[in-house]
Nanobody, 115 residues
Framework: QVRLVESGGGLVQAGGSLRLSCAAS????????MDWYRQVPGNQRELVAQ???????NYADSVKGRFTISRDNAKNTVYLQMNSLKPEDTAVYYC?????????WGQGTQVTVSS
């Protein structure tokens, strides 16, 4: 059983910062990647940032230069540092972990950016 718990969401003014955390626990063996996605009601879930355990990160064009994904190996936790937040960043943010062909998801955390 694998469990992911996101935290760190909240309400922030435009231009502000938040740091999201995603703590993974359970039977985690040789993960391939951990991602952050976000979803606005009525829209598809979109990839925000990806941390590849083999090396390298990927970002959506809309967040490049503003968001940074990082990982704490000892804590099995991935972070998403979000700076210069914009109202269009408002969404529920989800993290996932890739274990072979299986992807596990967290429950999501709400981020609201006011103008």
């Amino acid at each position: 059983q694998v469990r992911l718990v996101e935290s760190g969401g909240g309400l922030v003014q435009a231009g502000g910062s938040l740091r999201l955390s995603c703590a993974a626990s359970g039977s985690i063996f040789s993960p391939n990647a951990m991602d952050w996605y976000r979803q606005v009601p009525g829209n598809q879930r979109e990839l925000v940032a990806q941390f590849n355990f083999g090396g390298g990160t990927n970002y959506a064009d809309s967040v490049k230069g503003r968001f940074t994904i990082s990982r704490d190996n000892a804590k099995n936790t991935v972070y998403l540092q979000m700076n210069s937040l914009k109202p269009e960043d408002t969404a529920v943010y989800y993290c996932n972990i890739h274990l072979g062909s299986i992807i596990y998801w967290g429950q999501g955390t709400q981020v609201t950016v006011s103008s």
